[in-house]
């Protein structure tokens, strides 16, 4: 069985710093794409940042240079994180790997 649980989220200030991680289970970790959407309310859901098996990644423009992808195939998980963290970027942060496999989201919110 499948399985990607996302943790980190809360709440932060602007300026502030979250790391959100992934957990997967039930897929060969070392050879997926890694991905980060996230979904605002009233939005499109948006990909953020990608990882590939060797470690290349690509951002979304709004985030770049403010967020950093990356992932530990010993511990099977994915991370992002995130810093200078603007009112926009409060969403529901999702997991996701090609299968269309996807994590329960785990909130952000920016917010003084």
């Known amino acids: 069985q499948v399985q990607l649980v996302e943790s980190g989220g809360g709440l932060v200030q602007p300026g502030g710093s979250l790391r959100l991680s992934c957990t997967a289970s039930g897929i060969v970790f070392s050879l997926s794409i890694m991905n980060w959407y996230r979904q605002a309310p009233g939005k499109q859901r948006e990909l953020v940042a990608t990882?590939?098996?060797?470690?290349?990644?690509n951002y979304a423009d709004s985030v770049k240079d403010r967020f950093t992808i990356s992932r530990d195939n010993a511990k099977k998980m994915v991370y992002l994180q995130m810093d200078n963290l603007k009112s926009d970027d409060t969403a529901v942060y999702y997991c996701?790997?090609?299968?269309?496999?996807w994590g329960q989201g785990t909130q952000v919110t920016v917010s003084s």
């Open positions: 996701n790997s090609p299968g269309d496999y």
């Open positions: 990882i590939t098996s060797i470690g290349s990644t």
